[in-house]
Each structure stands twice: as C-alpha cells, then as structure tokens.
C-alpha cells in the first residue's frame, strides 16, 4: 500500500485520539483494537483494514467514508477495504469533530440471558452438581461414615449450587 495512504489515516487518527485526549492505552481499551494496532496505524507501518477504521473513525470522530477514499453515500468498489485513496484523505476538510460530553461505552458488554436460557442453566447446573457429588461419593466404597460426613457433602452442594443459581439469575 501506498505510504502516502498509511501516512494520513495515521494522521487522522493521532490528531482525533488527540482531540479527544485519549492515551494510545486508552484508544485500544476504548475500541478493543490492541495497543500494538494502535500504535502501528498511528505510525503508518500499516494500512488498517475498513473496519478497524469504521471503528476508529466512530470513537474519534472522523469520516470513515474520507478515510476510505468514498464520497458520503457512495458505494465501495470491490476492494476498497484495501484501496484508500490518498487525495481524498489528504485533502480532508475538518474531518474532527467536537468530542461527545462523555467518554463512549467500551464495545464489549456481557450478554444477558432471556429467561427461558436461566432456566435452562439453573436445572442443567443442578443435575451436574448432583451428578459430580453422586460420582465422588460412588467412586468411595467407606464415604459416607457417619451421617454428619453425608449432611456435610449435602450441604456444600447446597451452597456450591445456590451460588451458581445466584450467578445465573444476578
């Protein structure tokens, strides 16, 4: 790719990360794109892929269309993930725009399960539990001894279980 192409995107983003006031470290938790990436595209030794600049250009606040050398509403070319234009890059007006009032949301979030799966879990979680204390008081011909030693193991699964069910249904 051409150096001229690398050279300007890594010149939109430095300056967009720098508007933002954004550490390398924390563009890379920001976007989920790994520190060395950052680090590589802001130093043009490599032409980042389209979508790790939609990605770039949606937390900083450029024009991923510029970046990619296309008009607003165009459609790519075959290839254009890998063809970037350099004069439209070059070129760009005011690309930056003003940074939001808070910091975006980081983009992974835990999934939530629907009830239907928490159900699922909570029973299939409990014949497991129940399977593995079956299995370690069968793979022992002199456990239990006493009563207690049973009421002891029973009760631990109680807790082991109620735990995962707390976790499950949180």
């Known amino acids: 790719m051409d150096q001229l192409n690398k050279e300007a995107i ?4 430095r300056e967009g990360r720098a508007a933002k006031g954004y550490t390398q470290q924390e563009l890379s938790e920001i976007t989920g794109i790994s520190l060395r990436s950052v680090q590589r595209i802001e130093n043009a030794e490599v032409q980042p ?3 790790t600049i939609k990605i770039l250009a949606e937390h900083l606040g450029f024009s991923w269309q510029v970046a ?3 008009t ?5 070319p075959v290839g254009a993930e890998e063809v970037v234009e350099e004069e439209h890059i070059l070129n760009a007006p005011a690309v930056l725009e003003a940074p939001p009032a ?3 949301a980081p983009l992974r979030t835990r999934r939530r399960l629907n009830k239907a799966q928490k159900i699922i879990l909570t029973i299939v979680s409990g014949i497991l539990i129940g399977l593995l ?3 370690y008081v069968a793979q022992s011909a002199r456990f239990p001894e006493t009563d207690f030693e049973l009421f002891l193991l029973l009760g631990g699964m109680v807790v ?3 735990a995962v069910v707390f976790r499950i249904w949180r």
Not at 10 to 13: E, H
Not at 72 to 76: V, Y
């Open 10 to 13: 890594a010149r939109l983003v």
């Open 102 to 104: 808070e910091p975006p």
């Open 160 to 162: 082991v279980y109620g």
């Open 68 to 70: 990619a050398g296309e």
């Open 133 to 135: 204390v079956l299995a």
């Open 49 to 51: 892929r389209m979508f």
């Open 72 to 76: 607003p509403g165009e459609a790519s």
